[in-house]
């Protein structure tokens, strides 16, 4: 165990592809057991599968040895639906990484604030959603936000932003919600170091630094397709060869997820209140086509 960040056990909430990815960075860089927990088995199983595809592609590469993949493999225990929440009471951190809903994340910090010891952190993985109304949401009924121990539960409470995909992005954006601890933020960022990232601060406004500036971009990038300014292929290329960037916006909306775009969009424009922030017609009507990016087979592209 760390004495920085002191977690002897992690607990992740959702298999997707940002969950899995946290597990599989807890479990093989931070060497912490973790618990993972879906609602969905089919979820776990495509999760277990991709990442006993990294673990073996990193042994072929000699980037790490057989006996690191199997301890790591054998860190990650899956919690089924069955056995809930509750199976997660002793672990000294728990990190939730379910889709972009806020009524779905309070009912989580709900029950995690009902499970788990008063001492263990309490993050999220999200986006874009307030830190502070999800602290808020883990007050317990009968208590208030001033009292001691309404402080003691929304004080626990941090953002913990991941990349995608987690293996590979350096970075983990930490944000302060406006009743986090600095105890509760300082042994968040340790753990983020020991699972290998570096890490940035940002306060707690819709998108933080990263999607208050990456999702606007992309939603220009779709409005341009919309307008016929340019075909896909040509805004792409525009940013890939004239700008650097490893992928075009439009492929990056894709592999982001179509319909987590239009949430952090959002978020940013309801948060703001700014019309600069209006979702583009043509993301909204994607995402009501069921057109979600590469997880759902079909985006801008098709995969
Ligand atoms: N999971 C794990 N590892 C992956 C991966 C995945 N889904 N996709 C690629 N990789 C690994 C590959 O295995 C490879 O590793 P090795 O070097 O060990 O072989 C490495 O990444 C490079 O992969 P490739 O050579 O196949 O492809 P590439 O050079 O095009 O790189 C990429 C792929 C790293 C994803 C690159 O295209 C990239 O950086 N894209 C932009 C990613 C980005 O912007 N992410 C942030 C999204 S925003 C977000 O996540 C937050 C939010 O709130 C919306």
Redesign the pocket.
């Known amino acids: 165990m760390s004495a920085a960040h002191g977690i002897r056990t992690l607990g992740v909430l959702g298999a997707g592809?940002m969950g899995t990815?946290i597990a599989f960075v807890a479990a093989l860089r931070a060497k912490v057991p973790v618990l993972l927990h879906d609602r969905s088995q089919d979820q776990i199983t495509k999760g277990l599968a991709?990442m006993d595809k990294?673990l073996d592609?990193?042994v072929n590469?000699g980037?790490i040895q057989s006996i690191d993949a199997k301890e790591a493999r054998e860190r990650i225990r899956i919690i089924s639906s069955s056995e809930g929440v509750k199976a997660l009471r002793d672990v000294d951190m728990a990190i939730e990484a379910v889709s972009e809903n806020l009524s779905l994340k309070e009912k989580i910090f709900a029950s995690l604030t009902a499970e788990l010891n008063p001492g263990a952190i309490l993050a999220s993985n999200t986006?874009?959603i307030s830190i502070t109304k999800i602290a808020t949401s883990t007050i317990p009924q009968g208590s208030t936000a001033a009292s001691e121990e309404g402080k003691q539960s929304a004080g626990r409470v941090v953002g913990l932003?991941?990349?995608?995909?987690v293996?590979?992005?350096k970075l983990v954006e930490l944000i302060s919600a406006l009743q986090t601890t600095p105890e509760t933020l300082e042994r968040a960022r340790a753990f983020a170091i020991a699972c290998g990232k570096e890490v940035t601060v940002s306060k707690d406004v819709p998108g933080f630094v990263?999607?208050a500036l990456?999702?606007p971009f992309i939603n220009e990038a779709i409005m341009c397709l919309e307008k016929g300014t340019a075909t896909r292929d040509d805004i792409d290329t525009t940013l890939r060869l004239g700008m650097n960037h490893?992928?075009g916006p439009l492929q990056?909306a894709d592999?982001?997820g179509l319909d987590?775009?239009l949430a952090?969009q959002q978020t940013l424009y309801t948060g703001t209140g700014d019309s600069k922030y209006r979702p583009s017609i043509l993301l909204e009507r994607m995402v009501d086509a069921g057109w979600y990016g590469k997880k759902s087979g079909k985006g801008f592209y098709d995969y």
């Open positions: 592809q990815g991709l990294l592609k990193d590469k980037k986006s874009s932003h991941f990349f995608n995909p293996p590979v992005m990263s999607n990456l999702m490893p992928m990056l592999f982001i987590t775009c952090i």
